[in-house]
């Protein structure tokens, strides 16, 4: 027998992930659950910690920030509804991990993120695994990303005390948004449509995320 190497490890690690902890609690989409299955999760975080970068949890990933579980990247993205022609906004680019399984499945991602080192670390990452459909700027992103407006898709992968007015007033018509709502311990996770011209809500599940820090956010 040849030792298996490394990648084939993480490939057999992701697959793993997949059947227990995104198929096996209920994510059916099937383009998310290759999307999931594609993208190397372990490139995007510190190499000391790439055993743990399948695990059932959320990751450090510096300067007191958190890559989030892979059950609720799965969900997040499967209540998008993504179909591939997309232009999607995401507020929290973080270790752009989040922006790759979403760049899988859209046209466009533009994705602002606060803290300049992880964004470059972000934009290195993306960059060297090809993804020339994602855009990355740094600013607060409270403030959503005017000039690319509007967008099919919103997500926020930071915890906000409520839906910042410009992002809702950057949403396409139609249009999904998915924010964590509350405070900062526990927040719900709401999904947010809107169609002729309404907005409509919906509550999902409780969630813990990182502060959302900005002018339509937590303040720093
Ligand atoms: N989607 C990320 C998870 C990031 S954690 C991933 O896949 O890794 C949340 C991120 O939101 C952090 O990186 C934090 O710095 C960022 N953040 C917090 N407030 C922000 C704001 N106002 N604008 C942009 N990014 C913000």
Not at 23 to 32: E, H, L, Q, S, Y
Not at 149 to 158: C, E, H, N, Q, R
Not at 162 to 188: C, H, K, N, R, Y
Request: proline share 5%; charged share 25%; with cysteine.
């Amino acid at each position: 027998m040849f030792p298996r190497n490394r990648r084939d490890d993480f490939k057999i690690a992701r697959e793993r992930m997949v059947q227990h902890q995104i198929a096996g609690r209920g994510i059916r989409d099937a383009r998310v659950l290759e999307a999931m299955r594609k993208v190397p999760r372990h490139f995007f975080i510190d190499e000391a910690l790439w055993d743990q970068a399948y695990g059932d949890h959320p990751l450090p990933i510096g300067h007191g920030q958190t890559i989030s579980q892979p059950y609720i990247v799965a969900l997040m993205t499967q209540e998008l509804n993504l179909k591939g022609h997309e232009r999607v906004l995401e507020i929290g680019t973080g270790c752009g991990y989040q922006a790759a399984i979403l760049a899988e499945l859209a046209k466009a991602v533009f994705s602002v993120e606060r803290i300049p080192a992880l964004l470059s670390k972000a934009r290195k990452t993306l960059d060297s695994l090809g993804y020339t459909n994602v855009f990355l700027k740094l600013d607060d992103g409270t403030w959503g990303w005017k000039e690319e407006a509007p967008f099919d898709a919103i997500i926020v992968t930071a915890a906000s005390p409520s839906v910042p007015q410009p992002l809702l007033d950057q949403l396409a018509d139609p249009g999904t948004m998915i924010i964590p709502v509350g405070d900062e311990f526990s927040q719900s996770l709401l999904k947010i449509t809107k169609a002729d011209g309404e907005l409509h809500q919906q509550h999902h599940c409780g969630v813990r995320f990182v502060k959302l820090i900005g002018d339509h956010g937590w303040r720093d």
